[in-house]
């Protein structure tokens, strides 16, 4: 993508002036008069821990803005800097439809950094959304902070980025419950769509239908130890799906050799059940890149499948959020649902 324009600045108050007057070249290079008008559709503001997360950022800005031009703020936070310090880079880029995508990365060092809302706040634009992206894991406290729900209409999270699943997964189900009206969307929600659809898909033939309701025990194979948030929202979401209390069978994690296989992440899902004394068992498995889900009725099979897995990158996977632009609403109850679930293990 063409590069209109690159300007460097230091402190707030410079970026807030040298980021009005990109805004008015971007008008100047749509052929419009240098008016105050809104040319983004979103505003997006990632908060970075590293220079990794914030190219991942950057290349996620530049996909979703070729549709939708976007005002991105780039935020890296150094708390641990002896002196406190704003720099930003501010750049222009043209999108495939004519409009521009104004990027700021700003590097914020030492007491500023614990002040982000304070920083970002001079650089929104108003009457248009405002997503905020936690790359690369940082503290979840920061982003449902008073001040930080009040900023956003969107909270974009990757669950995974947290070493600790198990905490993670707690901390969420509190702050949801304390954040009923933030819209959130979660990158390891979406990267379990596939499991979750082949899943259900299973119980699609009508002489299966009745075992949903008659499960006699759950179990999910993660991958060298205890399961990565994706495998705790899948068993969440298997939870919430089926209906299971506090005296029915909840999903069980069981850590089997990963084989090369990313530690923590899904390896299988296996459910049995029975119905008027005949068996059933209903697994999906994953073997390399492709997905294998089958039904045996008694000593019957009657349905076995494969499909290729696809595993879009975070950038991907960002901009389908903010494309969609809404919550799914069985997200929350996933992560209530893994909680009690993490509670009975």
């Not at 805004?23 to 997006?44: K, Q």
């Not at 669950?159 to 702050?175: F, Q």
């Not at 299988?268 to 068992?281: C, K, P």
């Not at 009725?297 to 897995?309: N, Q």
Request: hydrophobic content about 45%; aromatic content about 4%; charged content about 20%.
């Amino acid at each position: 993508m063409a590069q209109l324009q690159e300007i460097h600045a230091t402190g707030l108050p410079a970026v807030v002036r040298e980021l009005g007057r990109l805004h008015e070249a971007a008008l100047r290079t749509d052929g419009a008069d240098a008016l105050p008008v809104r040319l983004s559709v979103l505003t997006m503001v990632a908060v970075c821990t590293d220079e990794a997360s914030a190219a991942t950022a950057a290349q996620s800005v530049a996909d979703l803005a070729q549709d939708h031009p976007a005002r991105a703020l780039i935020v890296i936070a150094d708390p641990g800097a002896a002196e406190s310090s704003i720099e930003a880079d501010l750049s222009l880029h043209p999108t495939q439809h004519g409009a521009s995508t104004e990027q700021v990365r700003l590097v914020v060092r030492g007491e500023a950094a614990y002040h982000m809302v304070s920083v970002v706040t001079p650089l929104l634009m108003p009457d248009v959304p405002v997503y905020v992206w936690m790359v690369g894991g940082p503290p979840l406290r920061q982003a449902f902070a008073p001040a930080a729900l009040a900023l956003c209409d969107h909270l974009i999270i990757d669950s995974d980025a947290y070493t600790d699943a198990r905490a993670t997964i707690t901390e969420l189900h509190g702050r949801l419950l304390s954040a009923l009206n933030l819209r959130i969307a979660d990158i390891a929600w979406a990267r379990g769509r596939m499991w979750r659809d082949e899943i259900a898909h299973c119980f699609d033939a009508p002489d299966v239908r009745p075992y949903v309701h008659n499960l006699s025990a759950v179990a999910i194979d993660v991958a060298d130890k205890s399961g990565d948030a994706s495998s705790w929202l899948v068993a969440g979401w298997l939870a919430e799906r089926l209906g299971m209390t506090e005296t029915a069978p909840v999903p069980t994690i069981h850590v089997v050799p990963g084989d090369g296989d990313d530690p923590g992440s899904l390896i299988a899902v296996r459910l049995t059940a029975t119905v008027d004394g005949v068996d059933a068992t209903v697994t999906v498995e994953r073997d390399g890149d492709v997905l294998t889900s089958q039904v045996a009725i008694g000593s019957e099979l009657r349905m076995k499948r494969t499909s290729a897995i696809t595993e879009d990158s975070t950038v991907h996977l960002v901009s389908d959020l903010m494309e969609e632009g809404v919550e799914d609403p069985l997200y929350r109850a996933a992560v209530i649902a893994a909680a009690a679930v993490m509670g009975r293990a």
